[in-house]
DNA sequence: AAAGTATATTGTAATATTGCAATATTAAAA
DNA sequence: TTTTAATATTGCAATATTACAATATACTTT
């Protein structure tokens, strides 16, 4: 078969792993280092800063718009891809709860 | 042509997405979990936990082994499988370095 | 040693992802 | 209105992932 169960795991799990999957290729890493870098945001000083043709950019930025983690706003002829904060603080959320739990939980084997 | 081009990216965006992407499905969030909901931890008992077929859930757990997030002691007959505290914090490490950066930058636009 | 139990590996089909050339779309500038 | 610039979409080839049946391995118990 070859297709991802979701359907037989909790909401909480798929959310997790949709925003660990958006966040798991490091084009798309790169791509929110920058975001993070500069105070403007726009696609095409993303096309020359990485080392990928425009399309493949152009679908990153799709995915991680997918995954609500960045948001983009046109601004006349380009467009300024922004990250969604509120997103990042969700993922945030759910990794501090099991890095908690972990801190917690006394290393009982292994 | 449909490889991922690691080699034009840093170490640490390579890390963080490997780590992400180990992430980035939705039985392994169900497996780390588990691993932290049990006090034994034992892959039989994954099997029975989890909606998936034995091989699935051992190539998952390779999965998760090859990322360094668990790790895994032979028990006689079984093996006894553990999160691993360290490489969860650097995932932790560079998530929050993110997210830090996040909250100080202003946002100037959108 | 033979049978049973737990986990890993192999092989394979279905599906998803990655990357890009070619092309389309949209808005600004000339 | 033609041209230019910025971004998106389409189509396709290469590769990777997901899932599992069948089988192998390794240890335990009988």
Do not use: W
């Not at 660990?20 to 870098?37: C, F, M, N, S, T």
Request: with cysteine; aromatic share 6%; proline share 3%.
């Amino acid at each position: 078969m070859g297709a991802t169960k979701t359907e037989h795991f909790t909401d909480r799990q798929n959310q997790l792993a949709t925003l660990a999957k958006a966040l798991g290729h490091p084009a798309r890493v790169a791509i929110l280092d920058y975001l993070l870098k500069v105070d403007v945001c726009i696609c095409s000083d993303i096309v020359n800063e990485l080392p990928l043709a425009q399309p493949t950019i152009s679908q990153h930025l799709k995915e991680l718009k997918n995954a609500d983690l960045i948001k983009g706003n046109i601004e006349g002829n380009s467009i300024c891809y922004c990250i969604n904060e509120k997103e990042l603080e969700v993922f945030q959320t759910y990794f501090t709860n099991i890095t908690d739990k972990m801190k917690i939980k006394k290393s009982t084997c292994c």
